[in-house]
């Protein structure tokens, strides 16, 4: 059986139980006996190379104590089992600061879990099909990351599952163009379940890891936070399967709970690559951790204000932002007005409408900078979809090749080399400055659509407003007849 099979079949045996309801609850039971099973592969490889390693996980909680055997415990031992000890152990497990402790993986996954199967004949049907997967098999791993692809997929039905889902193509694209490489401090401070983590962690493999203390110093550079529990635990285990063997750097938290101001030199890092939640309005309070000039509700606006702090002098970052950051007012405009004072904003790519569709539906950008040097000029390359198609959609999303001609645009290690062309255009820091820091400049190439003549239109509109008029009129007659009979 393919696991793609088998993910499917304990899908299906999850909507016979009563206590599983909907797509978000059924990810969520999937993800954590899915992260047991991986953590325990991992365990049993980690223990045969290293004499002195120890599972984070207490023997008798371990998955191959109680979930392996497939005529083991089920029906209702099964249910008190993982309800009155499995869940209230590993929710409280003694953690240390020291690096390296996986116990604070196996506690935050479970921290705010829950087991919503209410059948432990069911359970013990679903621990048989989940025990058949083999994470140490490097094949059976390559395929099951597919599969996670598609359970991140199916969170368009779990909710508002655009908060935390990047398009692939995306982050690969944002990725290579800002390069990251081993020991350079990397963070995504709203990872969801860690696209931008899996697309750094790829590159580096393929361009930059060539010995053991290579990997070691990718990993050991790594930081992320998400708030949300059900993306976080999809991070962790996302990267336990991406061979990262402490996932404690993802933290379960709120990047924007803490002050502004605390975020000292020691917090500072080379590399931010995000997509921050938009249309989003933070807690009460949250705003208040913030100077009064970049006090606001807008979640998207919060983030970028702190991610202009956290770089270092050098650091870059590209990061995802809706249209209306590039013409918002307000704060919006002293975020602009700071971001190109502190930071060399060389690149904004605009995306269409449908890039994020179905989990968004609106114009999205691309921005790439660099902190250390005011901007002189942007550069705006407009994306456009491929000829033939009208939109992107989940049947036809964006990819990576929709991408290369930005990246044979993009010019060499400095960006030289580059050309306005029909996609292609600069303006310059007086120019925005005039506009007042609107950074939502059109394409000066583009020929817009000929929508007709504006006194013609007019014309138009004047007639069918008095048609409606007659309309109504003639609508009140036939009620007030009605009415008198």
Sequence with gaps: MSVRTRVKSIQDIMRQDTGVD?????????????????IDDQDQELELLRDDYRSPIPRRLQWRAWAADAEGITGEELLDFVNGDLFPTLKKLAVTSAPGDRRRVVRDVFEDAYNYMKSGQLMRQVANKIDAIDFNDLRQRQHFGDIYEQILNDLQSAGNAGEYYTPRAVTAFMTDRIDPRPGEILLDPSCGTGGFLTGAIDHMRKHYVKKPEHEET???????????QLPHMLCVTNMLLHGIEDPSFVRHDNTLARPYISYGQGDRVDIVLTNPPFGGREEDGIESNFPAHFRTRETADLFLALIIRLLKPGGR??????????????????????LLEECNLHTIVRLPNSVFKPYASIGTNLLFFEKGTPTQEVWFWEHRVPEGQKAYSMTRPIRVEHLSD???????AGREGREEGPQAWKVGIDEIKARGYNLDIKNPHRVEDDLGDPEALLAELDAAERETASLRAQLK?????????
């Design 22 to 38: 909907g797509d978000a609850q059924r990810i969520s039971q999937l993800c954590w006996m899915f992260f047991l099973k991986i």
């Design 218 to 228: 990718m990993q050991t550079a790594l930081r992320a936070v998400e708030k949300k």
């Design 317 to 338: 970052a590209a990061v995802v932002l809706p249209d209306g950051t590039l013409f918002g007012e307000g704060v919006k405009t002293r975020l602009k007005e700071h």
């Design 406 to 412: 930005c990246v044979a645009w993009w010019g060499g």
């Design 477 to 485: 007659e036939v009620l007030a007849e009605a009415l008198l009979r």
